[in-house]
């Protein structure tokens, strides 16, 4: 069974900094592709960054690109979106994902069939 579950979140000033937290069951992050998509209050859900291991590329959001990286921890197989200089316009609520395939540098949540529950992420002075 196809779990994921995110931490990390939290309250922090405009410059800060997060680490979020995927923690995978169910199959092994170096096999089957993740992804960060995050939503904002009034929008649609949006690509943060997504890997696609048939090409061994990982898109970034044009918002994200510099501020935002992946990691992967094979051993405790969990995956991680480091945030760092973080603005207002990154508030939303984050969530990881899986196509149980190999992604896609597409980054639509239409192609994505598993989610965490997510984890809010709020930037504000």
């Known amino acids: 069974q196809v779990q994921l579950v995110e931490s990390g979140g939290g309250s922090v000033q405009p410059g800060g900094s997060l680490r979020l937290s995927c923690a995978v069951s169910g199959f092994t992050v170096d096999y089957y592709a993740t992804a960060w998509f995050r939503q904002a209050p009034g929008k649609e859900r949006e690509g943060v960054l997504c890997?696609?291991?048939?090409?061994?590329?990982?898109y970034y959001a044009d918002s994200v690109k510099g501020r935002f990286t992946f990691s992967r921890d094979n051993a405790k197989n969990t995956v991680y979106l480091q945030m760092n200089s973080l603005k207002p316009e990154d508030t939303a609520v984050y969530y990881c994902?899986?196509?149980?395939?190999?992604?896609?540098?597409?980054?639509?949540?239409?192609?994505?069939?598993?989610w965490g529950q997510g984890t809010q992420v709020t930037v504000s002075s």
């Open positions: 890997i696609s291991l048939s090409d061994g590329s990982t």
């Open positions: 994902a899986t196509d149980q395939g190999y992604g896609s540098s597409r980054c639509s949540p239409d192609d994505y069939d598993y």
